[in-house]
């Protein structure tokens, strides 16, 4: 899962946009491997997960770690992504 935080900061850092295709593809990976791993992840859940990656201060840490800004850019690709399907 730390994997996808990664390849969402990289995303960040090429200057794509939080709802480019680029990082809907990302959000879309996330979403797979929860369901796949963990339990179903409905876009209800990951809308909800997606606030909690930039406003609890324990994931924001440790998402942050791949680069200042990938939880916020996180929550809103996740927001972008789930606000549209």
Do not use: P, W
Not at 52 to 70: P, V
């Amino acid at each position: 899962m730390m994997a996808i935080f990664s390849e969402l900061a990289a995303c960040r850092a090429s200057g794509a946009s939080a709802d480019s295709d680029k990082a809907r593809a990302l959000v879309a990976k996330l979403q797979a491997h929860i369901t796949e791993n963990y339990y179903t992840c409905t876009d209800e859940i990951l809308a909800g997960l997606g606030k909690i990656y930039a406003l609890d201060e324990r994931f924001k840490q440790n998402i942050d770690k791949y680069g200042e800004g990938t939880a916020a850019f996180a929550a809103d690709a996740i927001a972008a992504y789930t606000s549209e399907i």
